[in-house]
């Protein structure tokens, strides 16, 4: 296989303009490119191949040059093998980290926002964030009492073929990188299991003097979706400090929100292992949710406190002053996790003293206020829910099964991609156009068809529209306080006892 002089000019351009190089540097970028590609040379006369588009961005020309080596049969035709050359080409248009580093914040001293954006840039530029993949993704909202919610299909991850399962079903996991979110994935190569990471940039931060890494989400759900990292592989934890780092960030870049997922199993995200944070520029559902009920504490006098009109159970604090509300934060997730009101069938501790509450916080910056959202939860399970007490219970689980995590919490479905294909046919029998065995959504579809005179013309708006009240029911099922007179009036006890204490 020889490449075409176009486009490795073009792709040498690119890697002079953004990355570490510079002019002398053109034949060196041109030769890296042919041993990573294990290609044999140049074709001088060679036009831009008639398949690409008149003005291929880097990715454009690799996605090109990775499927003429796989046509060649000079590269391993698996998704993973791929994504390593990916990676290891487009890591020749990415500064080094240090460069990266040092441009971001000479870019802060003007604004934090062009810091992010310029850090943005490159990292979809060099497919670190993956737009095209995104894009795959269906996104609608639905309107419910509680405000728009927001649903996500997920669709962006590509599916590993056969071959790759096989092999990644042989090859022994590795102790290095620990996991996906430790800082020694920068520049990873990558392998069968475990993501080509060489075109991976991460910024130092410091928050409250604790060295954290700040990155992009390859996947993400959100503008700008963003993971801050701790530097040592340590298990997620939520306690005072996790406020001081997360305002911390608020004053480093107030133009992004930034939560964490929970820290105890049933409840937390899916990686506790790393503690981390994520965050981003979207306003989220939950962020424009209905103040109700507010009220304030005796013990932070200055400090504005209110119940959200929301599924799940939320104390939102607002303060000018940082550090007040950093107490006052603390002092409600203190006092939640001791709490207990078996009423409602919410318990602080196991008979063996294991802890079941925690929170799923949320800080931003608005109005010239620091805002903290306390978002209670309760990780008990019973007969009756295996799962979790306050998880989505079985009637909704063929929609959504897996953990409420941060970004649900705040009002965006992220629902399998399994869901596209089954949705179609949830469709198609509505429209008795086949008569399928629905399995998990049968019993919906069926109640669909007594409650809607469904039509060609309707039919995606109703099933949109019922998906989106699935889930506002997964989000009713993990609050701790149910949207009853019952679990309003023991919510408000809660609540006064903040008040007094
Ligand atoms: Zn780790």
């Not at 690799?62 to 290891?88: F, S």
């Not at 910024?203 to 963003?226: K, N």
């Not at 099964?401 to 992220?414: H, Q, W």
């Amino acid at each position: 296989m020889l490449l075409e002089q176009p486009l490795i000019e073009r792709f040498v351009a690119y890697a002079i303009k953004h990355g570490d190089f510079e002019k002398e540097d053109s034949v060196y970028i041109q030769n890296r490119v042919l041993a990573i590609l294990n290609a044999e040379g140049i074709e001088y006369n060679a036009a831009l191949p008639n398949n690409i588009n008149n003005n291929p961005s880097p990715n454009d020309i690799t996605q090109y040059w990775i499927q003429q080596a796989v046509n060649h049969h000079i590269i391993e035709d698996t998704l993973y093998n791929k994504e390593i050359i990916e990676a290891q080409i487009l890591d020749l248009i990415t500064p080094r980290p240090s460069a990266i580093n040092k441009q971001f914040f000479e870019a802060y001293k003007a604004a934090p926002n062009e810091a992010t954006d310029y850090f943005y840039e490159i990292s979809k530029l060099n497919h670190y964030v993956k737009e095209d993949a995104i894009a795959n993704n269906i996104n609608y909202e639905v309107m419910t009492e509680y405000g728009n919610i927001e649903v996500t299909i997920n669709l962006s991850k590509p599916e590993k073929d056969a071959k790759q399962i096989a092999l990644a079903k042989e090859a022994k996991s590795s102790e290095y990188p620990q996991c996906a979110l430790c800082i020694e994935n920068e520049g990873y190569k990558g392998s069968v299991l475990q993501a080509a990471r060489t075109n991976h940039r991460i910024i130092r931060i410091t928050l409250d003097d604790e060295h954290f890494g700040f990155q992009y989400s390859p996947y993400a759900y959100f503008q700008e979706h963003s993971i801050v990292l701790s530097e040592k592989h340590e298990p997620m934890k939520i306690n005072r400090q996790t406020f001081i780092n997360l305002l911390a960030f608020i004053d480093q870049f107030p133009h992004y929100f930034i939560g964490s997922n929970a820290d105890i199993p049933v409840v937390g995200g899916s990686i506790l292992s790393h503690n981390h944070y994520q965050t981003g520029k979207h306003t989220f559902p939950m962020d424009n949710a209905k103040e109700i009920d507010n009220f304030k504490m005796e013990r932070f006098p200055s400090v504005k406190a209110s119940i959200l009109k929301w599924p799940m159970s939320v104390i939102r604090l607002k303060d000018s002053n940082k550090d007040t509300l950093i107490e006052a934060a603390t002092y409600v997730m203190d006092c939640w996790n001791h709490y207990s009101d078996e009423t409602v069938q919410v318990k602080a501790f196991s008979d063996k003293g294991e802890r079941h509450h925690t929170i799923t916080p949320i800080a931003r910056y608005r109005n010239s206020l620091y805002e903290v959202d306390i978002v209670l939860r309760d990780n008990q399970t019973s007969d009756e829910y295996p799962d979790g007490i306050f998880h989505p219970h079985q009637d909704v689980q063929h929609i959504k099964k897996e953990n409420i995590g941060l970004i649900e919490v705040m009002g965006t479905a992220i629902l399998p991609g399994r869901l596209k294909r089954e949705l179609q046919d949830v469709k198609d029998y509505l429209l008795d156009e086949a008569i399928t065995d629905l399995g998990i959504h049968q019993s919906w579809a069926d109640s669909m068809k007594d409650n809607y005179i469904v039509t060609k013309s309707n039919v995606d708006e109703i099933v949109d529209k019922e998906v989106g009240y699935k889930f506002k029911r997964v989000l009713e099922d993990a609050g701790v306080f149910k949207q009853t007179v019952e679990g309003q009036n023991a919510f408000k006890r809660f609540v006064q006892k903040l008040k007094n204490d």
